[in-house]
């Protein structure tokens, strides 16, 4: 909501003060599909040759993401801390029983109680395979501490391929608007013998292309890659609450106090209450 908020107020701001200082939108808008082709067209273009089809595909979600948030809220951080607590009680209350949810997740009645947890991938793996580690006695809290901290920051560097990709298109766009620019400078010399109206207009439909090139990377383009990157370091510290609780179970702490341990991990604006946790595990104890 506030980022169309935002792009309506940066449009609102710019052409309206534009407008009341008595400038004329006849002139851009002549020169703005001409000028929108090419360093639009140019910077999708080089937005192609220079990154992966997955990276396409990712950046063309993120651009919803971004004005949509982060995917984790405080209440799905209070359900992983519940399915974790789950699974490490069984873990070490029933070594056997666990085995049926870590290598079915998609069939296990724990994980199916949370499932928008159940849909993500990365974090079903997460917790799958370091529970499966530890049932192979692959259980030396460091070891699998610093195996997790790889993965998680292999899951960064990819999660933050669009943000990086939409800041490299943003700085190219002031040197397109320039490049749309000088050959609307080019066009206008060859008309040199024009009357001053007419090269006057020439001249400001050249111009266009520089306004353009630069208001579509700080205005639009570059917000976006930075509200992309933030709404993506957000959920991805979703993963770090994750490791946190398994590394904590690994060193035998009581699995109340592992629970907390990946409560304080969350970002402070979607920690859960320690209440609400405590109520919540209440009820998991109350149900079993």
Known sequence: MFGLIGIALTFAMVFGGYILAGGKLGVILHSL???MMMIGGAAVGSFLLSNETSVLKHTAAGLGRALKGPKWNEQDHQDVLSLLFQLLRMARAAPVEIEEHIENPESSSIFSSYPKIAADHNAVTLIADTLRSASLNYD??????????????????????PPHALQNMADALPALGIVAAVLGVIKTMSAIDQPPEILGGMIGGALVGTFLGVFLAYGLVAPFAQRLSAVTKQDQSFYDVIKSVLVAGLHQHATNLCIEVGRQASPEHVRPSFVSVETALREIKRAA
Do not use: K, T
């Open 33 to 35: 599909p001409y000028e």
């Open 140 to 161: 030396d809290p460091y070891q699998v501490e610093e195996m997790l901290a790889r993965r998680i920051a292999l899951m960064n560097e990819e999660a933050m391929h």
